[in-house]
């Protein structure tokens, strides 16, 4: 029978939930070992440029920018016919790279973010049910949340530490009136993607007494942010902000990691 004093502890995933220029990005680099990230969002690019990062850029394709009415058939028609194929080359690319082994090579597996990936989804996803450029219809959102929650399980799946950025919006619950901030993703992903990870920490900047500015992860949930957890046992809130960005993994993350003493950092 087996017995949890035997579990060896597993790769942490993390999942970082903010607002643009909150620092999730940075703290991609403070984690220690060899590191590779999937970019979306292009501002990334300016978070990691000189670090020693591998990585593959998936960017959304050129738009179809007419203007489409809520009303079925009413629309400027386009003078072009756009393939978005920006997903499809993400996807021939993850999963080759899966089928190579090519991850058992490195330490950390980065996606930033969500946010972004889950439109390039969905540009395929429209393209491929005839309505690319138009507005998104009950079985592209079905299509989009079932891909993407793919994407995810796949991902959290591979025996390496996992780290995807997100971002969030202050909403109002219909039914229930309760006003908190929410992953900015469609439907029951919200709630889905969330049970894949491991880490889910809220980041944030506060004006300290000197009014510097403090970059902060929240590790445990509020009336605000329902969504959070921690298995590595950390207060509440926890500041991650990186004081040397030539030598980020002696902080943040990469700090707590390293320090934390049921956890053996073993890079590559």
Request: one cysteine or more; hydrophobic letters at 35%; a neutral charge.
């Amino acid at each position: 029978m087996p017995n949890a004093k035997d579990i060896v502890r597993r790769k942490e995933k993390f999942l970082l939930i903010g607002p643009t220029g909150s620092g999730k990005t940075t703290q991609f680099l403070t984690l220690p070992g060899k590191k590779f990230m999937y970019i979306f969002d292009p501002n990334a690019l300016n978070t990691i440029a000189g670090h020693d990062i591998d990585y593959e850029l998936y960017t959304p394709d050129i738009l179809n920018m007419n203007v489409v009415s809520l009303t079925k058939g009413v629309g400027d028609k386009s003078p072009s016919h756009q393939v978005p194929m920006t997903y499809v080359d993400f996807e021939r690319d993850f999963e080759s790279k899966i089928a190579s082994g090519f991850f058992n090579n490195y330490d950390v597996l980065g996606f930033d973010s969500m946010t972004t990936l889950a439109d390039i989804v969905m540009d395929r996803v429209l393209y491929l049910n005839g309505r690319f450029g138009k507005q998104p219809e009950q079985p592209d959102w079905s299509a989009q949340i079932n891909t993407i929650k793919n994407i995810f399980r796949t991902a959290t799946s591979i025996d390496i530490t996992f780290f995807a950025t997100a971002h969030k919006e202050l909403k109002q619950d219909e039914l229930t009136k309760k006003i908190e901030y929410q992953i900015v993703l469609p439907g029951q992903l919200r709630v889905k993607l969330p049970l894949l990870f491991s880490e889910i920490y809220h980041t944030e900047v506060v004006l300290d007494d000197k009014l510097a500015h403090t970059y902060r992860i929240q590790t445990k949930p509020d009336r605000y942010n329902s969504v959070a957890r921690c298995t590595l046992g950390l207060d509440q809130y926890v500041d991650v902000t990186v004081h040397d960005m030539k030598n980020p993994t002696a902080y943040g993350l990469g700090k707590i990691l390293t320090e934390h003493p049921s956890r053996k950092v073993d890079v590559k």
